[in-house]
């Protein structure tokens, strides 16, 4: 018995996996090295590029401050947001890399001490994901910091 429709499987799943994660701590201290910075209204974004990961077109770890935050509760709250914003609107940025063939490592850090909401952590994240488009198209030819030999 045939179904009435037909479902491609060609959609983009908006799933975060543990190869998305940036887990290690050598190629985040290559990072906070010698990576690029830049700030937003909410976020500070440490990111570099031209380096072999295993996985994916970006790796990216997630931070909140435990002197903005005292309690633990308040930052999983926090970053559990920041992932979700990110798993929901990862897709033009991951369209982009591909594209052009560039890999990035980045970590996003909380500015502030209050728990903003979930509307303004997505706007914020969306600003972040499309200055990553835009800083890696500006550096795409100069000659921006690598952490080719902090991958592990």
Not at 73 to 88: D, H, P
């Amino acid at each position: 018995m045939q179904r009435p429709y037909t479902y491609k499987m060609n959609t983009f799943r908006e799933t975060f996996n543990k190869s998305e994660r940036l887990c290690s701590r050598k190629i985040i201290e290559a990072l906070f090295e010698n990576g690029n910075i830049f700030h937003t209204s909410l976020f500070k974004v440490v990111w570099s590029k031209n380096h072999v990961l295993p996985a994916g077109p970006a790796q990216v770890a997630f931070s909140v401050s435990k002197r903005g935050f005292r309690l633990a509760v308040t930052r999983n709250l926090v970053k559990r947001r920041m992932r979700e914003a990110y798993r929901k609107n990862k897709k033009s940025l991951y369209d982009y890399l591909i594209s052009q063939n560039i890999q990035i490592a980045f970590v996003v850090i909380i500015r502030g001490n209050s728990v903003p909401d979930y509307i303004i952590i997505e706007r914020e994240m969306k600003n972040v994901l499309n200055k990553l488009k835009v800083l890696t198209n500006a550096n795409s030819e100069t000659g921006i910091p690598n952490i080719e030999n902090a991958a592990v």
